[in-house]
């Protein structure tokens, strides 16, 4: 069996990269950041990591770990070294294998010797098994294709499928999972193709495939029916989780937090997508950085499904309570302790900058919401920062309208506009009597009407008479 070209380790790519014709390379400063980070302090347990995943998505996690943090790098590969072995996945072993060895190598304090070399005897059993098990499943599809059974032939798509999955080969994957659509006969066998799709089409990176393929599972009349809520609410996460993914490699933060926060805990069981622990993470700081403080509240703080999620992330819980409870410095503080773990994640990391800064912005305005005047020295102080640097993120936060104040940069003073509110209420005031006095109107030309009974007559066709009024005794309809 010859060796796929794509082994399914890319890293998934940003929106705007996919879109790109023919592929380009990025070239803004902050694409190219974004791709090249390294991290060195991280404090990340890869044995309990790694034991939330499986499958592909177990790979590309730690091959993008050993990529942006040189410490954990051999540890990392090496996970994916047996993992990998239990796979059809042939280029990935050896694409795994080779970076292992590098990686040591780059190592003073490991041996070469300890550095595995790539085994070409398994690599050609390996082809070999895949290409007779990829035969025998060709040939019971055509089995089941001249029966003319539908289930069955649906069926052999999608074991073509997992097959091609196994071995690396997402594209043919994909194209597998998407033929079983002509031979589902029921609701059930269409979600189950949409979930095979979305799998596939989360490994690839192609959002708008999975929110298309969401949209089309959710549209089943019988996914959300009171009968079958409890039997299918490990369907609906899975599919929120999806959806929260595409919403959140779309950056539109506000909506990947709602559907995060949609997930049930006691169904949250898909190792080759993402972890609990991932949900809690990316539900909460999308939360943090686009909700109101009263959505927070009902939607973050006092829900229950989520404290079992934050239950896996203690800290990321004490972050949450901080900011409510307006300890800005110190949630702050530890958001920053927590940056070089959560940089290792491979769908987070490319996000993370923009929602940190919202998070501070946010923290900012409700900071001061309550004041009539602020200093600027005791805010630095509480948001851990110096004077100049405050006033650059305040000047910024007044230009974009997030807070409605002025600036005294030489007693650094914050003050907030003056609202004569009086003039206010009487602008208000003379609004709505405008309103009022519209509707009235509006109201007795209706009430003459009908007392009249004066109707629109129908145009008349066939003399190509135009549009009258009448009396209703007359004309009437």
């Not at 280029?91 to 070399?117: F, M, N, W």
């Not at 539900?283 to 509240?297: I, M, V």
């Not at 769908?347 to 004041?371: D, E, M, N, T, W």
């Amino acid at each position: 069996m010859p060796l796929h070209p794509l082994s399914g380790l890319r890293e998934p790519d940003e929106p705007m990269l996919v879109d790109a014709a023919g592929g380009e390379a990025p070239s803004s400063p902050m694409q190219l950041q974004l791709l090249s980070f390294t991290v060195e302090n991280s404090s990340l347990d890869l044995d309990a990591y790694a034991g939330y995943y499986s499958g592909l998505a177990k790979l590309k996690r730690l091959v993008f770990i050993a990529k942006h943090c040189p410490t954990l790098a051999v540890d990392a590969l090496r996970l994916a070294h047996t993992a990998v072995l239990a796979t059809f996945n042939t280029q990935a072993y050896i694409e795994i294998t080779t970076k292992l060895g590098e990686a040591i190598s780059q190592r003073p304090d490991v041996t070469a010797a300890q550095a595995p070399s790539v085994d070409m005897v398994w690599v050609e059993t390996t082809n070999k098994k895949a290409a007779l098990k990829l035969e025998k499943l060709d040939n019971d599809l055509k089995n089941y294709k001249a029966n003319s059974i539908k289930e069955s032939i649906r069926r052999g798509h999608d074991d073509l499928g997992d097959h091609h999955l196994d071995c690396g080969d997402l594209s043919n994957a994909l194209k597998c999972y998407s033929r079983s659509r002509d031979y589902c006969t029921n609701a059930k066998h269409v979600v189950h193709m949409c979930l095979n799709v979305i799998r596939v089409s989360v490994l690839l990176g192609n959002w708008s495939h999975v929110v298309n393929y969401v949209n089309k599972a959710e549209a089943s009349p019988d996914l959300f029916e009171a009968r079958d809520k409890s039997s299918n609410a490990g369907i609906v996460s899975r599919l929120k989780c999806a959806a929260g993914l595409a919403e959140l490699a779309n950056k539109k933060y506000k909506s990947a937090a709602r559907y995060f926060l949609q997930v049930s805990f006691d169904h949250c069981d898909f190792p080759d997508m993402l972890s609990p622990s991932n949900v809690a993470v990316y539900g909460s700081l999308c939360a943090l950085a686009t909700f109101e403080r009263h959505e927070l509240q009902q939607k973050l703080v006092g829900s229950s499904s989520l404290k079992q999620f934050l239950e896996l992330e203690p800290q990321l819980r004490d972050v949450i309570q901080k900011f409510h409870n307006s300890q800005y410095a110190s949630c702050l503080r530890t958001l920053s302790e927590m940056k070089d773990n959560l940089m290792l994640d491979l769908y987070l990391s490319q996000h993370l900058g923009k929602l940190y800064a919202l998070i501070r912005s946010k923290a900012l305005v409700q900071y001061f919401s309550p004041y009539v005047s602020a200093d600027m020295r005791r805010m630095a102080v509480a948001f851990n920062t110096t004077v100049s640097d405050l006033e650059d993120e305040l000047t910024q936060l007044i230009l974009d309208g997030q807070i409605s104040a002025r600036i005294d940069s030489h007693s650094k003073t914050l003050y907030a506009r003056d609202v004569d509110e009086r003039s206010h209420t009487f602008e208000r005031s003379l609004a709505v009597g405008r309103q009022y006095q519209v509707r009235t109107k509006a109201l007795i030309l209706r009430a003459a009407v009908v007392r009249n009974q004066l109707v629109v007559k129908p145009p008349i066709r066939d003399s190509g008479g135009e549009t009258s009024l009448a009396p209703g005794a007359s004309g009437s309809r």
